[in-house]
């Protein structure tokens, strides 16, 4: 399976990813003998055509208006000051441009964060059910990542267990509000709690624990929820975000990582980020993304529309006798499956043309992930086929 | 100056770009302070708008033709197929499509490249006077980089000398023709005989060595110079290569990795490979410059235009006293400096206004690297001034 003289990090690294690989396959076969009318939440992917402000923003940064408007970037001026200037506003603290590294995406970001943090045989703590590539990116890395479980049921941090986890070689916490895949959004009291976690661990083992703070989702919540960056709670945080997820666009990538104006030291992490950026591949976002960003930065998600999808799938899933969660935040609902195998179950409704995430690829076993981000007709089409499942799961 | 806690991988590879952020603080300084009519030969950045029909290959691509347009993208396969067809038409090997993997320009195809061969401990070759950022990209890998000087005054391959430097412990060797900074060319017969070291070391020590063809400059040969790829001899090469020299943009980056058809055991490093792009913080070319490959493919550097100013800058620097080779290929031509202190004779020329980089900052020193991507008007300008310099400093 690995070619020789493989390095061990890069085969637990890909290991660990061997069930995402296998469900894509999975996913390209279903789509491939798919039908006309399939109905596709598997993936946080759009399925309407990316709206005419993203595309202009885009169009007119593309006509150069000086020579080196291509020429090499690394991380430009006016694209940082507008997003600390957005920072100081979401968070009322005083982010500085200097601190805001731009990345092609949220990926890019947490690769250079990873990568200036996290030495052979070091500790990271990814609360758990996580995002894909948490564990994988940890390992590759050279570091450990340490499960936590989040609270059954609620989902909510499980702040005595991120204690009981904390060692002398513990780097950094993930925090990933609103959650992918639970959608919960974290509350103040939570985030002050785990605050005084690290701070106490730090003094404990005198060491450094960053907040790695994920925010791709910030933009993405229901309801009343209310989201707040863990950065107001704890000073040694890095934000890490996309736009990826509020223009739904994640195929053409801009991101960021940016330094708390709280974090000690942050001038010499500073550095090292930026020398992470070069020596991780140019882990830079384009010029045009740069150029384009001033645009992006002040259009929003349809939250009317996502709410109303939202609605109508977690309504119609219960009508259709599943037992669900109504997610506070981000893309994906977390029925439960009417029997134990979910990838069994997953297989089930794509042969009635309705793709979705076996909830086990991404640590829910027992659970499928559903993408609101499918479009109207799909979800129209979805909803009794989802009924028609259960009825013959549970017959 | 390191947080505390840094990794030492992390430590050992900043470290080894130290100088050349000191010589880019340094040109951001002279920028500053400078004069309206300054000549800035110190990158291989443009000084001319970008050409139309690059911008309008991005414009055309822009436009949204289907909802998953700005989707989710790994390697596209109509990209890959053209860059299989080109390498194709390039090598006379059948290269396939599901080797290619799409990059952010060569520095990521690089990235994804060591990261998958790269484990702690292991060596890597690098020919010196080398790219900027090959040292610390292996350091930042875990690896260590064995510089190999190449052959005094011609510059080519020392053969010789790279076979002393493998080991046991060799994983690869890079070779980058057009060099920069040299402007050497290798010719057939090296690279031949590289390959038969190469193959030999691999059976003595049975061990697996690749050769990393990092072909950045292919397109950009002067005179009757002819580029060869390394592939078309050693089975065991992975071809990197990125448009952003090509087309002389090298902020808007797309590039690639390309496995040999001959290369044992290719399906598991592809596997590697794409590993390595997701993991490695999704290190895969944006959905735009992936649509818009088929458009770049076909577009050429303005060779007359590079050839005539390569040739101006050459004869006039001879012209001003100044001993030089003229390149054989690549952006940059490397007259030695009348006196040994190379940073000092560049801050004399920055006085007068003319930006060049100190040979020392690529370990050529006592020489300067002077780019031909400088504007016509600015060698106009700088030709006096650069033989003024001379004449003070043999003074």
Redesign the interface.
């Known amino acids: 399976?690995?070619?020789?003289?493989?390095?061990?990090?890069?085969e637990r690294?890909?290991r660990s990813?061997v069930p995402i690989?296998a469900f894509l396959e999975t996913y390209q076969a279903w789509k491939s003998a798919g039908r006309d009318d399939a109905c596709d939440f598997a993936?946080g992917?759009?399925?309407?055509?990316?709206p005419e402000p993203?595309?202009s923003a885009?169009?007119d940064a593309?006509?150069?208006r000086?020579?080196?408007?291509?020429?090499?970037?690394i991380n430009e001026r006016p694209p940082r000051d507008l997003v600390a200037a957005s920072l100081r506003d979401l968070t009322g603290l005083a982010f500085e441009a200097e601190d805001v590294f731009l990345?092609?995406?949220a990926?890019?970001?947490?690769?250079?964060v990873f990568?200036?943090?996290?030495?052979?045989g070091?500790e990271a703590i990814v609360n758990h059910p996580p995002w894909f590539?948490y564990d994988?990116?940890i390992?590759?890395a050279?570091g450990l990542p340490v499960r936590v479980a989040t609270t059954p049921s609620t989902f909510d941090l499980d702040l005595a267990a991120i204690e009981r986890a904390i060692t002398a070689k513990t780097?950094l916490v993930i925090v990933n509000s609103p959650n992918n895949p639970t959608g919960k959004v974290y509350g103040e009291a939570t985030l002050a709690g785990l605050s005084e976690i690290l701070t106490r661990a730090e003094r404990k083992h005198e060491?450094?624990i960053h907040l790695v703070s994920d925010e791709a989702y910030r933009a993405v919540v229901y309801d009343g929820a209310r989201f707040v960056s863990p950065a107001k709670f704890h000073d040694r945080t890095i934000v890490i975000y996309t736009y990826g997820k509020t223009l739904l666009?994640?195929?053409?990538?801009i991101g960021y990582a940016a330094l708390s104006p709280r974090l000690d030291?942050r001038e010499?992490?500073r550095?090292?980020l930026t020398?992470?950026q070069?020596?991780?591949?140019?882990?830079v976002a384009?010029?045009?993304?740069q150029h384009a960003l001033p645009a992006l930065e002040h259009l929003s998600p349809d939250m009317a529309d996502l709410q109303a999808r939202r609605d109508r799938l977690v309504a119609g899933l219960r009508d259709g006798g599943y037992e669900t969660r109504a997610p506070e935040g981000a893309f994906y609902i977390t029925p439960k499956t009417p029997i134990a195998d979910d990838a069994a179950f997953a297989g089930d409704l794509a042969r009635l043309g309705v793709y979705c995430l076996p909830g086990s690829v991404v640590q829910m076993p027992g659970h499928l992930r559903i993408s609101v981000t499918a479009?109207d007709a799909m979800i129209d089409r979805a909803l009794p086929r989802f009924a028609a499942a259960r009825a013959a799961a549970a017959g």
Chains 1, 2 share one sequence.
Do not use: E
């Open positions: 399976m690995f070619p020789p003289d493989t390095p061990a990090r890069v690294a890909h990813i690989y993936l992917n759009p399925h309407s055509v990316a993203f595309v885009l169009r593309v006509t150069p000086s020579a080196d408007w291509y020429a090499y970037k990345t092609n995406g990926t890019g970001a947490l690769q250079i990568n200036a943090l996290i030495g052979p070091d590539f994988g990116m390992l590759n050279g780097r060491t450094t666009t994640p195929g053409q990538r030291g010499a992490l550095r090292m020398s992470s070069i020596l991780c591949g140019w882990a384009s010029a045009l993304m479009n």
